[in-house]
């Protein structure tokens, strides 16, 4: 059960190659992430794209936002939230980073990490995201792409993280960020790399089902009323 929700969407061609090599590889599904300017367009081509991907993978879209600005951040997630099955932000700075985990609406806070010294989460932010469900993804490109002294800085925060999330149990998630085929691996491999920066195999396949949770909890998030409170048919 091996979920990625963070593959780069990007022409429909380059969309099929990728989809192709991640299910040649043992990936079971995919989302493509797209930021708040591309996002209306890729939905244009989704049904074209699921006809070319039938019986081969099965996708859907994140719509990733991009951005410092906390009202836009949150203008885009009212605006998208039911046509996306899944909404991630980008993180790196701090308010940025409070502002997503503090937001019961949005799914993920995508490297939090990004372009600091440190991990961008500390006890308060990620009590926050335990109690608002907000997922924190750990991207493998970001090791992938990143050599010597960047690379082990990267590697130093993830682990910060993982000590955060064994004592606080937030939603956690590993994705490839992959924008070309030459960026995606084999699940044994990619695992393989987690479980060197200090994941254990278990946590490992708890994020993909954590993955796989969030796609479940959006595609039933209009029959919620409340948090744990979900609408149901009268039907017999």
Same mark, same amino acid.
């Given at each position: 059960?091996?979920?990625?929700?963070? +593959? !780069?969407?990007?022409?429909?061609?380059?969309?099929? !190659?990728?989809?192709?090599?991640?299910?040649?590889?043992?990936?079971?599904?995919?989302?493509? $992430?797209?930021?708040? @300017?591309?996002?209306? /367009?890729?939905?244009?081509? @989704?049904?074209?794209? !699921? /006809?070319?991907?039938?019986?081969?993978?099965?996708?859907?879209?994140?719509?990733?936002?991009?951005?410092?600005?906390?009202? /836009? +951040?949150? !203008?885009?997630?009212?605006?998208?939230?039911?046509?996306?099955?899944?909404?991630?932000?980008?993180?790196?700075?701090? @308010?940025?980073?409070?502002?997503?985990?503090?937001?019961?609406?949005? &799914?993920?806070?995508?490297?939090?990490?990004?372009?600091?010294?440190?991990?961008?989460?500390?006890?308060?932010?990620?009590?926050?995201?335990? @109690?608002?469900?907000?997922?924190?993804? *750990?991207?493998?490109?970001?090791?992938?792409?990143?050599?010597?002294?960047?690379?082990?800085?990267?590697? $130093?925060?993830?682990?910060? +993280?993982?000590?955060?999330?064994?004592?606080?149990?937030?939603?956690?998630?590993? $994705?490839?960020?992959?924008?070309?085929?030459? &960026?995606?691996?084999?699940?044994?491999?990619?695992?393989?790399?987690?479980?060197?920066?200090? *994941?254990?195999? &278990?946590?490992?396949?708890?994020?993909?089902?954590?993955?796989?949770?969030?796609? /479940?909890?959006?595609?039933?998030?209009? &029959?919620?009323?409340?948090?744990?409170?979900?609408?149901?048919?009268?039907?017999?």
């Amino acid at each position: 059960m091996f979920f990625d929700l963070n +593959i !780069k969407g990007s022409s429909l061609e380059n969309n099929i !190659k990728l989809a192709i090599q991640a299910s040649n590889y043992g990936w079971k599904h995919i989302n493509f $992430s797209y930021n708040q @300017k591309k996002f209306k /367009e890729a939905l244009d081509m @989704k049904d074209i794209l !699921k /006809e070319s991907l039938n019986d081969i993978i099965d996708f859907d879209y994140t719509l990733e936002i991009n951005s410092t600005n906390v009202n /836009e +951040i949150r !203008k885009h997630v009212n605006n998208f939230r039911q046509r996306a099955s899944c909404i991630s932000v980008v993180g790196g700075d701090l @308010k940025v980073n409070r502002a997503v985990l503090e937001n019961i609406r949005v &799914d993920v806070l995508s490297a939090p990490y990004l372009n600091r010294y440190d991990s961008g989460l500390n006890h308060v932010l990620a009590k926050e995201a335990v @109690k608002n469900n907000v997922a924190i993804e *750990l991207c493998f490109k970001d090791i992938l792409r990143t050599y010597l002294s960047p690379r082990a800085k990267v590697i $130093s925060n993830f682990r910060d +993280i993982y000590a955060l999330y064994r004592k606080f149990d937030f939603p956690l998630i590993l $994705s490839s960020k992959a924008e070309s085929v030459f &960026d995606i691996r084999t699940t044994h491999d990619f695992a393989s790399v987690f479980i060197e920066t200090g *994941l254990t195999a &278990d946590e490992i396949a708890r994020s993909f089902q954590t993955s796989k949770d969030i796609l /479940e909890f959006n595609r039933n998030r209009g &029959d919620f009323i409340l948090k744990g409170v979900r609408r149901v048919s009268d039907e017999a």
